[in-house]
């Protein structure tokens, strides 16, 4: 999944990238949940074991 989330992040006009990844295959797995419980702290939502934090408001309203 990490690949897809980085493949995306990366413009498309770009165009060392497009040659980097154009031999690039993703393959796919069974569906899996990951849960990453978040705590309200402060202005900021807060993931508990890696201490990644989000400002609330900062998401659509459908992602919290």
Do not use: C, H
Request: charged share 15%; net charge positive.
């Amino acid at each position: 999944m990490g690949a897809v989330i980085l493949g995306s992040l990366i413009p498309q006009g770009n165009r060392k990238a497009r040659a980097w990844l154009k031999g690039y295959k993703v393959q796919l797995q069974e569906p899996q949940l990951l849960y990453l419980p978040f705590t309200q702290v402060d202005l900021f939502l807060k993931e508990l074991s890696t201490g990644l934090s989000f400002q609330r408001n900062a998401l659509p309203e459908g992602l919290v």
